[in-house]
């Protein structure tokens, strides 16, 4: 019985400590989405200066577009505070069942999140976006339909391929993340290959213009990401396998 109560407790203990990490989660993305309302006006200036929108005539089909609009701004920026932040309180969770040198060893890998964040922000943005964009107006062009955008419309579009893409360029800190702890290995993510190409192919095809070289063009990069991913894992594993023959030898040496 007393076990049994202890492990209640350790159980509850756990849970109000996830509690506690996904409120701090939590008011992080509160904050994130009142600066991206402060700072939705300038972003959306500067979007509609770019080469794609600069000669488009965006109209608000719904009294509603313009609220959705800046809300849409807000959630997109407080990704780039929430996704760090996020993988620190990840970390924060998991730390006291990790050695001081794991610790110190997953907690580098936080600042890498969001710059790993901001280079799929701009890969999304200034590679795949003018693609899919000149595609889309391209047809329309050649099937003489006459261009009346909604601004809602114009940035859900945008929105819809540069935000999965950015999200992706998290998978190698992820999988480094997870090898450390020991959930993933370079084994099981070769075995996992053909799997993770379909999905990637699949993404790459599905928020691509349907021509060749732009699928290319989006899934090479996500293939090597990939490999990327397992050559990092390979890094950590070894490096672990390092560590653990180290521990063991020292009791040999003394």
């Avoid at 049994?4 to 989405?33: F, N, Q, T």
């Avoid at 701009?122 to 391209?138: C, H, I, K, N, Q």
């Amino acid at each position: 019985m007393l076990g049994d109560e202890h492990k209640l407790m350790s159980l509850m203990e756990h849970i109000g400590e996830l509690r506690k990490r996904l409120l701090a989660v939590g008011a992080v993305l509160v904050l994130g989405l009142i600066g991206g309302l402060a700072a939705a006006r300038p972003i959306y200036e500067y979007l509609t200066t770019t080469d794609q929108a600069k000669d488009l005539a965006l109209h608000a089909f719904s009294f509603w577009d313009g609220i959705g609009l800046y809300m849409k701004f807000a959630l997109v920026t407080s990704l780039v505070l929430v996704i760090p932040f996020g993988f620190y309180q990840l970390w924060a969770f998991i730390k006291p069942a990790l050695e001081p040198r794991e610790q110190r060893a997953t907690l580098r890998y936080v600042p890498f999140a969001l710059l790993m964040l901001l280079a799929g922000l701009a890969f999304s943005y200034f590679v795949v976006f003018p693609l899919a964009f000149g595609f889309t107006r391209e047809v329309n062009e050649q099937l003489g339909l006459e261009e009346t955008y909604g601004v809602v419309q114009y940035f859900t579009f945008m929105f819809n391929i540069v935000i999965p893409i950015a999200l992706l360029f998290e998978l190698p800190i992820v999988i480094m993340f997870l090898t450390r702890l020991g959930i993933l290995n370079p084994i099981r993510l070769r075995r996992m290959r053909r799997l993770a190409y379909f999905l990637l192919v699949f993404i790459g095809v599905l928020v691509t213009p349907p021509d060749v070289i732009s699928d290319l063009l989006v899934i090479f990069p996500l293939i090597l990401l990939y490999e990327f991913s397992v050559y990092l894992s390979v890094s950590v594993y070894r490096r672990m396998e390092r560590e653990r023959a180290e521990r063991e030898s020292e009791p040999e040496e003394n």
